[in-house]
C-alpha cells in the first residue's frame, strides 16, 4: 500500500497600483492594499510583506492550535497558551512557522 502525502495550493496575486504600492488578491476573497514599510521608504497604514509573515505565523499557530484541541476534546473559552503540550503540537506542525527555515529559491524569467 502506497501512502500519498496530501498537497494543497495556495494562488495570490499582486498588482502594482503605483508608488510603492500593491492590491493583494486570491480568489473569492477581498483584495488587501500592500507595499513597502516605512522603515523602507514605504507608506504608513498598509500592510507590508514583513506584517503579513508575521501575521501568517501567528494566524497559523492558532488554527493549528485549534485543530489540536478540538482532536483532543479540549473545551476552552478563549485561545490562550495554557495548553502547552497542544501549542507545542501546534507549532511542530504549522505548515508556515515551519517554513520560515526553508531556503528560498529564485527562478526569474524574462519575457
Known sequence: MTIRAKS???????????????ALTAAGKP?????????????????????????????????TFLAFAGRAGIAFDKYESEAEEIL??????CLVSNSIRTEVVLEPTFA
Open 31 to 63: 483584495s488587501v492594499e500592500v507595499g513597502t514599510p516605512p522603515e523602507f521608504k514605504g507608506h504608513e497604514g498598509i500592510w507590508s510583506p514583513e506584517d503579513l509573515f508575521v501575521a501568517s505565523v501567528n494566524v497559523c499557530l492558532m488554527s
Open 88 to 93: 507545542h503540537k501546534a507549532e511542530r506542525n
Open 8 to 22: 494543497y495550493r495556495y494562488a495570490t496575486s499582486v498588482r502594482w497600483t503605483g508608488e510603492k504600492k500593491g
